[in-house]
């Protein structure tokens, strides 16, 4: 970061001497007013706003200035950018300052809720302000060449268009009348259609939308004439917990009220969900709601469909093209989406009428992104709820102990489920393994257990929770493993691919043959990923039929739904999988869960493993006997006697939770603690320590009242030939880490290595 810049300082093209001054020419001269200040943020790594000029026509008062996108000119070309300040004087001298190029005045201007967020998210996360917005923003809004409605296929009248019809449109726009005529013809139209009525319909058409007038159409948004005749779903009647919690969130009216809603798998958590958004939507409202993976929860979405079929609903996540992200996000916007779902970064979603947010997993660790503004949705979310004055309910079946702690203390309302709706609760076990032989890693116990299922036409899941088939090749005579040349990892074996590949860079290589060490031939696969899971139950259930869901087995979204119907269709007796079968699935004939290898996280060094196990199993448990039959699950340990499993079994998650949350407090662990983790990686070891040590010596000359801890190596130190270390900052108040932060961030630049902070950090 660039030591010289000051928030609200302009950007000084002193190193660029050959800018064509001719660029600098105002696009808007149209207005006599004298010129405005606007402090623009950029998509550059550096902490600052950038100030330019703007001889605005009178028509772009401030207030209508904030929030819009400009083009502006930047080193030898010109970039886009958002008004986030205007003022009447810059700290440059008049005579550098460049002028905006152009002024996108035709579309919508970023809500001021989103830009409050996006400032908080700046302050909070210590990211640059630039990167920050444009993380936040749709990539079409951040590229120099781009419209809205050039790329939408096809357009219909809202229902303000059509009840503005013709009315007060004068006789003589007849181009315009033509648009309306056609429009209100069809459900919907093709854009080209319509742009080829007259040579500026284009622009007509851009006219309308920014009035709401008209809108695209979404490809998941039910179309046309059938929209109103659609029945919707009825609504579950309430059990009493249920009634309970939707009242109580119903009656915070528009406050800002944090609930915490834990509620154990199965029940009705979402039904809760359907209520508030449908009182919401009866309020004219918009209901935001978050989920962990879009791709992962199908029939999350099918439930709000049906249950609302005559609302737009507008669905983000990562895999939209980018012309369907805009549209969707512009549907937001004009208040025309009633309901938003989606990922992590919907929560910058301008929502001009929003009413209630939901945030369904929210212990789920997909909600903190793991790379450039590393944000947590959920965090950001109670703010922006905090700043609408909107309800907020966060639910999951074993909530983070974050949030536990904060309904324990009575900052959330803590709202409980304690039963399932339709379903007894399945039976918990665990297998002890100690003095089995399982050359196949599957114990007699669970494999008599699926033969069971099998022969009552019922249904079984493993959990792995490794893919591949093994995840060493290991030579029995000297100890060799294969290891990745370019990371400190094992390779993982995928026997069907006949292909050794390293999980954290991505490299493939044929598999080996003999040990490059010894030369001895005999090679072996240690330990079981889903592949040998997979093999050993076809050996040892002929007649099942089996089918393997993991990331190797199942890309993208249109894989998984069609895996999804086939076990929905009985077409499936056993599923092997990873956690990404373990989320949010309903299938009424699965009774049966065995979960094989969890040991490997009760002893690790992460002080959150114990709760993501807990979570994780009380997940996978979920699965089983969700209709009318028993559940039933088998884990497979070495240690039966630990008291996670105890709690698992029991399916006790206060005792759980509060246990853990007394040895997070003995031990000085988050919540009680709030931590940031700065990262750095670089070529070469030395580079990193020696980053690290003058970062750590220089934030201990500021003399704050924080801890901060020796540098150290993540379990994997070197990633595609990158050396990696970080260096941990602990602080009591989350205030006192951040004062430090102010003062500390500014001195971590540095050239020769790659560094990142994360506050809140969940992975080390
Ligand atoms: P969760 O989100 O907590 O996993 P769901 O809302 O998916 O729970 O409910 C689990 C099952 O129970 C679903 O099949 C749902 O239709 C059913 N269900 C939920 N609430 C009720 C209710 N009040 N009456 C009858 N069935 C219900
Ligand atoms: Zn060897
Ligand atoms: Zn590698």
Redesign the pocket.
Known sequence: MSAGAQPGSAFVAANEPDFPERGSAPADQGGSASPTVVRVALDVPLPTLFDYLLCAPAEHSPPSLLGRRVRVPFGRGSRIGLIFQVAAHSPVPADRLKAVLEVFADEPTLDHDVLELLQFATRYYHHPIGGVVFTALPQRLREVRARDTQRARALRLTAAGRERGAAGMSARATLQRRLLEVLGAASYVPVETLAGLGGSARRVLRDWMHQGWIEICADETPQGESLDERVAQAP????NA?AFAVNAVMGAGDTFTPFLLR????????????HLVAACLKARRQALVLVPEIGLTP??LQ?FQARFPATQLIVLHSDLSEGERLSRWRAAQRGQAGVVIGTRLSVFTPLPALGLIVV?EEHDASYKQQEGLRYSARDLALFRAKMRRVPILL?S?TPSLESYGNALSGRYRLLE?PE????HMPRIDCVDTRRMRMPQGLSPILISAIRTRLERGEQSLVFVNRRGFAPALLCSACGWTCQCTRCSARLVLHLQAQQLRCHYCGHVQPVTRDCPDCGNQDLVPAGHGTQRVEQALLEALPDARVLRVDRDSTRGRAAFAAMHERIRAHEVDVLVGTQMLAK?H?FPRLTLVGVINADSSLYSSDFRAAERLYAQLTQVA?RAG??DIKGEVLIQTQFPEHPLYAAVCRQDYHAFAREALQERRDMRFPPFVHQALLRAEAPRREAVDAYLQRVAASGSALDFPVEIYDPVAPAIARVAGRERAHLLVQADSRAQLQRFLDAWVPQLAERNVRWSLDVDPLEF
């Not at 579950?236 to 059990?239: G, H, K």
């Not at 509620?263 to 359907?274: A, F, I, M, N, R």
């Not at 399932?420 to 379903?423: C, H, N, P, Y």
Request: net charge neutral.
């Open positions: 579950a009647v309430l059990t249920q509620g154990v798998t199965g029940s009705g958590k979402t039904e809760v969900y359907l029939q999350l439930r369904d639910g079946a489920l399932r709706a339709d379903a949010g309903d979920g969700r209709a």
